[in-house]
């Protein structure tokens, strides 16, 4: 990649992906090299995530760069010179990273968002010790049913799946096959609809679990 790959005008960028030949050729490949760079810190960068490195990790990183590459060259004609080139470039390759993470996520990871809702679950995750847990079990109990009961079906797997069984935002989000702030928008009015059944019954919460 040359050294001013990334610093070229939309003029430039554009001339050298519609054109021909070795042109082509070289734009091509040096944009390939400019999304292969960000899908690697990305995939670094969300390593925690999946447990996985070394040539999985590489793997997922060049897939990601590949399939950015099939959609920036397919939707050229959408770009409409309102950023830098390579602004919108990124974001195609931020989305295969996210989606291919989430994939990822659900094949080598617990999937448990379909079991029920025991509150030993909810005590585990709010780090209750055990001799608290009896104190705290009716209502422990009380939030459970609230999450079974009160919850529409997508809330309660977004809930369970992002505060009880810490399943990244990307990973769900790919599942569901929606988006971060939808799956946000979703915990936030499952978390509201637990306080305001909580609070129907009597119960003096001020949160309900927190995603980590």
């Not at 793997?59 to 919108?88: H, P």
């Not at 659900?106 to 995750?125: K, L, S």
């Not at 988006?179 to 009015?189: G, I, P």
Request: charged share 30%.
């Amino acid at each position: 990649m040359s050294a001013d790959a990334a610093d070229r005008t939309v003029v430039e960028w554009m001339a050298g992906l519609r054109g021909s030949g070795v042109r082509r050729d070289n734009t091509v490949a040096e944009l390939r090299d400019l999304l292969l760079r960000v899908a690697r810190f990305e995939c670094q960068r969300r390593r925690g995530l999946l447990r996985v490195g070394g040539p999985e990790l590489e793997d997922i990183a060049q897939q990601a760069a590949n399939d950015a590459l099939v959609s920036i060259m397919a939707k050229l004609d959408e770009f409409r010179g309102e950023s830098r080139f390579t602004t919108w470039a990124y974001k195609f390759v931020m989305f295969q990273v996210s989606t291919k993470i989430g994939r990822h996520f659900w094949r080598t990871g617990p999937a448990t968002v379909d079991e029920p809702v025991d509150p030993d679950r909810i005590a585990d995750r709010l780090a209750t010790a055990p001799d608290q847990r009896a104190e705290q079990r009716e209502l422990l109990g009380a939030l459970a049913r609230a999450v079974e009961q009160d919850l529409t079906e997508h809330q309660r797997k977004v809930f369970v799946a992002i505060a009880l069984d810490d399943v990244p935002v990307d990973a769900l989000a790919a599942e569901l096959g929606s988006n971060r702030n939808a799956v946000y928008k979703a915990l936030f009015d499952a978390r509201r609809k637990l306080r305001t059944s909580l609070a129907g019954a009597g119960y003096a919460v001020s949160a309900t679990p927190e995603p980590r």
